[in-house]
């Protein structure tokens, strides 16, 4: 009798344990994947994150933003030792952030070898402009001070951000990389 209490004990703990895995995530590699060098890459966005604007500006990581036919690669000289590169005329970052209201500047550190690669589309709520770094791009981490993008918020508003190599209008580039974007407060 008492080794079938000690098993029936047994068969209800191992239940628990069951059950509380269950409830666990189930897939625990969409959070990271590991490199080669032992580096782990950042969480795989499946939302476009939002964030609030805070203090007199915020940097954002391009890896961070949700990506679409983008490319994550280690890079040791970037902020945040990751960086994206628009590979397909479909690329896509985008991400979204609570602003108040205020005039804005916006920047994106970008690298390109050459100016072939090197002109992209930063689109604030669907108004697209075209951003680059300098003529000729120097083949280090940059901002595109050449091509600020301001604009001014009369009410607190949310904007969704999105980096891609075209716009509805234009043709831009592929191939470049792109470390972080900034939105300074003027």
């Not at 209800?12 to 625990?28: D, F, R």
């Not at 690669?117 to 050449?146: M, Q």
Request: proline share 6%; aromatic share 10%; with cysteine.
């Amino acid at each position: 009798m008492k080794l079938l209490k000690n098993a029936f004990k047994l068969t209800l703990a191992a239940g628990a344990v069951l059950a509380l895995m269950s409830c666990q995530t189930p897939n625990k590699k969409k959070d990271f994947l590991i490199v080669t060098d032992h580096q782990v890459l950042p969480p795989v966005m499946e939302t476009v994150p939002v964030i609030e604007y805070s203090g007199i500006g915020i940097k954002y990581e391009c890896e961070n933003m949700f990506l679409h036919n983008c490319a994550v690669l280690q890079e040791n000289s970037a902020s945040g030792k990751f960086c994206v590169r628009l590979i397909e005329d479909s690329s896509t970052a985008t991400m979204k952030v609570k602003f108040p209201a205020g005039t804005y500047e916006c920047l994106v550190k970008e690298k390109t070898s050459d100016k072939d690669h090197s002109a992209f589309y930063l689109s604030l709520d669907g108004i697209s402009t075209r951003v680059y770094p300098k003529n000729p791009p120097s083949g280090e981490w940059e901002l595109t001070t050449r091509v600020p993008v301001y604009f001014t918020l009369e009410e607190p508003r949310t904007i969704t951000i999105t980096i891609t190599p075209h716009s509805d209008y234009e043709i831009g580039s592929t191939g470049m990389d792109l470390d972080y974007i900034q939105f300074v407060k003027r």
